[in-house]
């Protein structure tokens, strides 16, 4: 594969420093940033008090504080809920959207200077913020956004607005516990107890999996079905590839049973994710994890 980069214009960029901020982030969101190494990147998301994704994003260490690449739609409601919590911590927020922007890198390539490895799957590659008037590394061929999302549909990795919905998806649903996004081990954050209680429990019944079929999926927010009851939402589309937010109960017994699964009225295989360890609740007892 060649090295392609590409900038994401639906991305944005805040920071957050000051001597109180690892502090500051490690009681708030999900990743654990206590020890993060410099120029390195977690996974993480704020939620609602009741266990919702508010936003997710890559948090990165980087001289000292940590910049935070999120949807670029919701930088100012991100910046005022931080800006909420500070109370008396000793941060500085800062919106770095006009001064700053995100790239994504993938395929052969190498880390350039600056750059950070995703760390929700090996092969997203890097992801890179620099000054809006920098210069771009050279050596890759030149892409867009588009290019980079048939990337990422073709791994399987959610996208936060499209995939799932802000404020109503709890991060099992959004499989962010399986992509590195949630730190069950540290210590509480804000919504922490109801996501422990769904991962003790096991009782997360929305799962995004993969779709394809033999011809171009519909749109996203289609309706998926499983043996004709309601299963799930259609998210990312790339050809006949895409990504669903679905009941898995639902398309395990249709699966089972050899019930058509549709997106839109369209016939779609769907499929667990490779990365993914949950399975279809009708193979549990069997222990697949795939389709």
């Known amino acids: 594969m060649t090295a392609c980069i590409a900038p994401l214009p639906s991305r944005a960029v805040v920071g957050i420093g000051g001597e109180g901020a690892e502090h500051f982030l490690q009681g708030l969101i999900t990743c654990d940033v206590a020890g993060l190494e410099e120029g390195a990147a977690r996974y993480g998301g704020l939620l609602t008090p009741q266990g919702k994704i508010l936003f997710d994003f890559l948090v990165e260490r980087r001289e000292g504080a940590f910049r935070f690449d999120?949807?670029?739609?919701?930088?100012?409601?991100?910046v005022k809920r931080m800006t909420l919590y500070?109370?008396?911590?000793?941060?500085?927020?800062?919106?770095?959207?006009?001064?700053?922007?995100?790239?994504?890198?993938?395929?052969?390539?190498?880390?350039?200077?600056?750059?950070?490895a995703d760390p929700r799957h090996v092969d997203l590659g890097f992801r890179l913020i620099l000054p809006r008037e920098a210069t771009p590394p050279a050596g890759f061929i030149e892409t867009d956004e588009a290019a980079w999302d048939t990337h990422r549909i073709a791994l399987a990795v959610p996208a936060g607005g499209i995939d799932f919905e802000y404020g109503q998806t709890f991060p099992h649903d959004a499989d962010m516990d399986q992509l590195a996004g949630v730190a069950f081990d540290k210590g509480c954050y804000v919504g922490q107890?109801?996501?422990?209680?769904m991962r003790h429990r096991g009782t997360a019944?929305?799962?995004?999996?993969?779709?394809s079929a033999e011809s171009?999926?519909?749109?996203?927010?289609?309706?998926?079905?499983a043996a004709g009851k309601a299963a799930g939402t259609l998210g990312s589309v790339a050809g006949r590839r895409g990504l669903a937010l679905v009941r898995i109960d639902r398309i395990g017994t249709a699966l089972k049973e050899g019930a058509p699964v549709t997106a839109?009225?369209?016939?779609?295989t769907p499929k667990i994710p490779d990365w993914a360890q949950f399975a279809w609740p009708a193979d549990a007892e069997a222990g697949e994890a795939g389709a």
């Open 205 to 211: 019944r929305r799962r995004i999996v993969e779709v």
């Open 86 to 116: 500070k109370l008396r911590a000793k941060v500085e927020i800062a919106n770095l959207s006009e001064t700053h922007q995100v790239l994504a890198i993938w395929g052969e390539a190498e880390m350039p200077d600056g750059a950070f």
């Open 264 to 268: 839109g009225g369209i016939a779609v």
């Open 70 to 78: 999120l949807p670029a739609a919701l930088v100012a409601d991100f």
């Open 216 to 225: 171009d999926l519909p749109q996203t927010g289609s309706e998926i079905t």
């Open 193 to 197: 107890e109801v996501v422990s209680r």
